[in-house]
């Protein structure tokens, strides 16, 4: 059974850092992208950031471009987030999400497993 598990979350003010962190555990059968979505209240989940197996290629929504960071750790099996000068606007829901086909398209469609989410809220 795949459990992927964040933790980071958390209230500051605007212009501060968070960083996420996802655990992943379970997984079998090959290399898998690994990024992250978040979801506002009344709006659709959306993409914010993805990674490949290796590592070497990432890509991010216009809205935290330059901001946030993606990293992983495969031997931990860890996907992290490094999120800076955060806005208001970044208050959401983050949720990890693994999938195979994730690097090539960042749509929900895409995701496999999703953690249970946790709460990001900047402060004005």
């Known amino acids: 059974q795949v459990q992927a598990v964040e933790s980071g979350g958390g209230l500051v003010q605007a212009g501060e850092s968070l960083r996420l962190s996802c655990a992943v555990s379970?997984?079998?059968?090959?290399?898998?992208?690994m990024g992250w979505f978040r979801q506002a209240p009344g709006k659709e989940r959306e993409f914010v950031a993805r990674i490949s197996w290796d590592g070497g290629i990432t890509s991010y929504a216009d809205s935290v471009k330059g901001r946030f960071t993606s990293s992983r750790d495969n031997v931990k099996k860890m996907v992290l987030l490094q999120m800076n000068n955060l806005k208001p606007e970044d208050t959401a829901i983050y949720y990890c999400a693994v999938g195979r086909d994730l690097i090539r398209y960042n749509s929900t469609a895409s995701v496999d497993y999703w953690g249970q989410g946790t709460q990001v809220t900047v402060s004005s």
């Open positions: 379970g997984l079998t059968g090959g290399s898998r992208a």
